[in-house]
């Protein structure tokens, strides 16, 4: 029996990798679109590739997406989220960020520059958090749950995942549901599902 899709105003939605996150946050938006003709979605898309393996995983998941969503529209924004949802938002408009993990590696672990300080951190994730509390239309963003498995070797690694779960932690605080996502399958962990 196919699970029947419940919008919430804001939901998270978290995993591992291949775990269902982006097909679950397309399913939303499908089911959004399809809702009233006036109904518009964008995904906010935060990868850049770093190299050519992960440009041809962007082309991919941009020709699977425009196939299976193909009303979804993309916007590429891969450092300032709150100023995208702030910008991008209308009642009529749903959002899908896709991923914070991403966004976060960008800021932690830049190919190129300097990470930026925790200070300046913690002030855009308090920026993002306000942004979904404020946004007109609904906002569903995807997130990695890296921290199920052993305590990681390396100083970086070890950090960034504290900061991976500290930012999924500020953001489920945040959002109306909570989803985790195993095998494909959704589990809510906030909200109704």
Known sequence: MAEALVLARSELILGGQKS?????????????????PDHRAALVATA??????MGERIARHQRERA???????TVEEADDLAGVIAR??????LLVVDCLTLWLTRLTMPMQGTA???ADLQSRVQALVDAVAHAAGPVVLVSNEIG???????????AFVDALGRLNQRVAAACDRVTLMAAGLPLTLKGAG
């Open 20 to 36: 269902g996150k982006s097909v679950r946050a397309e399913r939303l938006a499908a089911a959004w679109l399809a809702q009233h």
């Open 48 to 53: 850049e590739a770093w190299d050519d393996e």
């Open 67 to 73: 196939q299976r969503v193909p009303g979804l529209r």
């Open 88 to 93: 991008e938002s209308r009642a009529d408009t």
């Open 116 to 118: 930026c300080s925790d």
């Open 148 to 158: 199920l498995g052993v305590i990681p070797m390396g100083r970086e690694v070890r």
